[in-house]
């Protein structure tokens, strides 16, 4: 019997098990919030890729028919009219694999996400 696979423990060797529908995708989302929060550190939560700078700021995830991008519900009540058009709940957004990734809108999401977390740190500090 095959030993049993792996689990990733980056977020490339992530992407590489993912559904191949969802690869391209998920290297765009992973490019996309690197690029909107340059200094926050990437690894896997809960067994998919999330991004922090002082405490989690996003977490993203493949699945068969989209793309799971959770970035708490601060950013999703903040951009609820954005958001209109894809299926979210309280604290995720769906976004399907068969339309382009909104990028604006997630780079928007994910400087939302870094300005709150500047904030609530400095207020820690204070």
């Given at each position: 019997m095959p030993p049993p696979p792996s689990r990733p423990t980056t977020v490339p060797e992530y992407i590489k098990a993912a559904p191949k529908a969802a690869q391209k995708k998920l290297r765009e989302m992973r490019a996309c919030i690197r690029k909107a929060a340059p200094g926050a550190k990437?690894?896997?939560?809960?067994?998919?890729?999330?991004?922090?700078?002082?405490?989690?700021?996003?977490?993203?995830g493949?699945?068969?028919?989209?793309?799971?991008?959770?970035p708490t519900t601060s950013a999703v009540r903040a951009f609820a009219k954005d958001l209109k058009k894809f299926k979210h709940a309280k604290g995720s957004v769906q976004f399907p694999l068969d339309q382009p990734l909104p990028v604006g809108l997630i780079r928007r999401m994910v400087?939302?996400?870094?300005?709150?977390s500047l904030k609530a740190d400095k207020k820690w500090r204070t």
């Open positions: 990437e690894e896997l939560k809960w067994n998919m890729p999330a991004y922090s700078l002082h405490r989690i700021l996003v977490i993203f493949g699945f068969k028919h989209h793309i799971g991008f959770f400087a939302f996400r870094v300005k709150e």
